[in-house]
């Protein structure tokens, strides 16, 4: 069974970056679409980005367009999302998700998405 571990959230000030990673145990992440979600607090879970399973397809929410860079690493089983020109508005749980491909395209929506990691915390303040 698929399990997923999220990693490399913090505290970071205005215009900073951090690198997130999304590693998998349990099955190899090159057989799914890998999408991150986050969620502020008192909002819905929104999707940020998603890499196809042949890395061949990615795709981001507009407000993170230009800023952050989705990829993967599949001899280390793991998929990286890089977040540079960090603001506030970022601040959230930041999640990564498997989807089994139907299609040659990842979803930026959650639906499609049924393993999920635990989590983790970014904090964008000064």
């Known amino acids: 069974q698929l399990q997923l571990v999220e990693s490399g959230g913090g505290l970071v000030q205005p215009g900073g970056s951090l690198r997130l990673s999304c590693a998998a145990s349990?099955?190899?992440?090159?057989?799914?679409?890998i999408g991150w979600f986050r969620q502020a607090p008192g909002k819905e879970r929104e999707a940020v980005s998603c890499?196809?399973?042949?890395?061949?397809?990615?795709n981001y929410a507009n407000s993170v367009k230009g800023r952050f860079t989705i990829s993967r690493d599949n001899a280390k089983n793991t998929v990286s999302l890089q977040m540079d020109s960090l603001q506030p508005e970022a601040t959230a749980v930041y999640y990564c998700?498997?989807?089994?491909?139907?299609?040659?395209?990842?979803?930026?929506?959650?639906?499609?998405?049924?393993?999920w990691g635990q989590g983790t915390q970014v904090t964008v303040s000064s």
């Open positions: 349990g099955s190899t992440l090159d057989y799914y679409h």
């Open positions: 998700a498997a989807e089994q491909p139907l299609g040659r395209l990842c979803a930026l929506t959650s639906g499609p998405y049924d393993s």
């Open positions: 890499i196809s399973k042949s890395s061949g397809y990615k």
